[in-house]
Each structure stands twice: as structure tokens, then as C-alpha cells.
């Protein structure tokens, strides 16, 4: 990546007149766009990292076994819970994968159907916390209201139909 930024500053900027201060004002711009979206994922993936190394993926794991729910809903609802807390959505995927892992061999569940029902709950109400939701308000330059009206709405909607749907393979499958 750095020898691609190096080519691009020399090829697109320099090697077509353009100042050194001017091109430096345009990486400002370009990174100051993305750093808190980059900062928010590292931050959630040092989380997941945490609860891996620390083991609480396991006990979590653990304590879930006396639930008395369907395991798709079950991994649905933790992935949810995970993915409004941290915002990232890969991050409660992974996160409730690591969690209901240790679970799936007693489960009496289809695998696929309970990837996809992580799937769906790491849909869940996009909103502060979540680059994507700063992405759709920043690229379509909408208020923070329009954006909770819109985007947040919308993905809230998906994950509570894609869970509908794996609930409804299940009958089938």
C-alpha cells in the first residue's frame, strides 16, 4: 500500500505539477474521512481479541448451555447484542461465533442455518459505533436524524427478516 500511495503522489500529483502542499492537503482530507471508522473496527477487533485470549468466549459459551431458547434465535440475539454495543458488525460475528462454537456439537441445529442467523443478527441497528452508519451519513450527506431514520431502520430491518427467514428454513430444512 505504501508503494501504491508513493506511485499515486508521484504519478497523479507530482509528475503532473502539482505542489507537495497541495497534495498533502488533499491525503489530510482523504484521512481524516476514515480514521474514526478505522479506529472504531481496530477497537472492536482488539475486544474480540480480548475475549478469546481471556477465555470469556468460553465461559460465556458455558453459561449459555442452561438457556432455554432455539439455538438460532439464541445466536441471533447475542450477535444483536454484540453488534449494538460494539458496532462492528464482522466483530459480533466473529465474537458470537467464538461464543456459540464450543456449543454447536450438543446443539441440535443445522451449522449452516446457524451461520446464517449470526449472519442476520450482525445486521442489527447500525448506529454511533458503526463505520457503516458514518459512511451512509458522510457519503450521502444527511443529518445524524436521517441517518438513524434511514440507515439504522433499514439494517434493523434486514437482521429481523433474515431471522424470520433462517427460522423459516429451519421448518423446512
Not at 51 to 66: M, N
Request: glycine content about 10%.
Amino acid at each position: 500500500m505504501l508503494a501504491s500511495l508513493g506511485y499515486a503522489t508521484y504519478s497523479l500529483g507530482l509528475h503532473r505539477k502539482q505542489a507537495m502542499t497541495q497534495l498533502m492537503d488533499i491525503f489530510t482530507t482523504a484521512t481524516k474521512d476514515i480514521s474514526m471508522i478505522i479506529l472504531i473496527v481496530a477497537g472492536a477487533g482488539a475486544l474480540k481479541q480480548i475475549f478469546t485470549d481471556t477465555g470469556v468466549s468460553q465461559i460465556i459459551g458455558e453459561g449459555l448451555k442452561t438457556w432455554d431458547m432455539h439455538p438460532l434465535l439464541l445466536a441471533w440475539l447475542i450477535t444483536s447484542v454484540i453488534r449494538v454495543c460494539v458496532g462492528s458488525a464482522t466483530v459480533a460475528g466473529l465474537t458470537t461465533a467464538g461464543i456459540i462454537a464450543p456449543l454447536v456439537s450438543t446443539l441440535d441445529v443445522n451449522p449452516n442455518l446457524l451461520v446464517l442467523s449470526i449472519g442476520a443478527g450482525s445486521l442489527m441497528f447500525s448506529h454511533f459505533n458503526d463505520g457503516g452508519f458514518w459512511m451512509f451519513k458522510e457519503y450521502f450527506n444527511v443529518s445524524i436524524k436521517d441517518t438513524l431514520r434511514s440507515w439504522s431502520l433499514m439494517e434493523t430491518i434486514v437482521a429481523v427478516v433474515g431471522l424470520l427467514g433462517v427460522l423459516a428454513l429451519d421448518l423446512i430444512v
